[in-house]
C-alpha cells in the first residue's frame, strides 16, 4: 500500500500550519514534513530546521529533498523521508508553495493539493500578530494572497476565517478526498 502526499498552499497568514497541527492531534497515521528552511529556527512559527544557505545547497546537491523551492528571499526545502513515510502506507502532508504544485504533481501524480484561504483583513491580523515582517512585507503578501492555482491539480479548498473547529472539520474532510463526492 501506497501513502498519499497531501501539499497544503496558501497565503501567510491562512492558518496552513494551525490546521496541519490540528489535523496530526486526530490523525496519528499522517507524516508531517519538517521542512528546512534557510531562516534562523528562533525565528519562530512552523516547526522547521533553520541552515545556512551554504547547508541548504549542500543538502540540495547531494539530493536530500524531494521539493525545493525559493520564494520570499528563503529556500525551502522538503527532506526525501516523505518516500519512506508514503511507502509505509502514510498519508504524507506538508505546507507547500504554489510555485512549485505543478513540478510537484509530475514527481507524484497522485498529490493532493488543499488551498488553506481567509479573509484580507484576518490575514493582515494574523501576520501583524505574528511580528516577523514589517508593515511593508505585510502588505506585499496581502497582494499575493489573492491567486490562481496551476490548471489541472486535484484541489480541495478550507475557508480558515473564523470558526477554528469548522476549519478543522473541513480540512480533515479535505483529507479523505474518497469520502467527499465529486
Do not use: C
Request: net charge neutral; glycine share 8%; proline share 5%.
Amino acid at each position: 500500500m501506497t501513502g498519499r502526499l497531501f501539499a497544503v498552499v496558501g497565503p501567510s497568514g491562512a492558518g496552513k500550519d494551525t490546521l496541519i497541527d490540528a489535523a496530526m492531534q486526530v490523525r496519528a497515521d499522517l507524516f508531517k514534513a519538517r521542512r528546512v528552511i534557510t531562516r534562523p529556527t528562533e525565528s519562530g512559527g512552523e516547526d522547521f530546521d533553520g541552515v545556512t544557505v551554504a547547508e541548504f545547497d549542500r543538502r540540495r546537491a547531494a539530493g536530500e529533498f524531494a521539493l525545493y523551492w525559493d520564494a520570499h528571499g528563503l529556500s525551502y526545502g522538503v527532506p526525501l523521508s516523505i518516500e519512506t513515510a508514503m511507502r509505509q502506507g502514510r498519508d504524507v502532508i506538508f505546507n507547500s508553495s504554489r510555485a512549485i504544485l505543478p513540478h510537484a504533481y509530475e514527481i507524484y501524480p497522485t498529490l493532493s493539493v488543499i488551498l488553506v484561504t481567509a479573509s484580507p483583513a484576518t490575514l493582515a491580523g494574523r501576520l501583524a500578530a505574528r511580528g516577523r515582517e514589517s508593515r511593508a512585507d505585510i502588505e506585499g503578501r496581502l497582494a499575493r494572497a489573492e491567486y490562481d492555482l496551476a490548471p489541472g491539480l486535484p484541489v480541495r479548498q478550507v475557508s480558515n476565517d473564523r470558526d477554528l473547529g469548522a476549519a478543522v472539520t473541513a480540512f480533515l474532510t479535505a483529507l479523505q478526498p474518497e469520502s467527499v463526492e465529486r
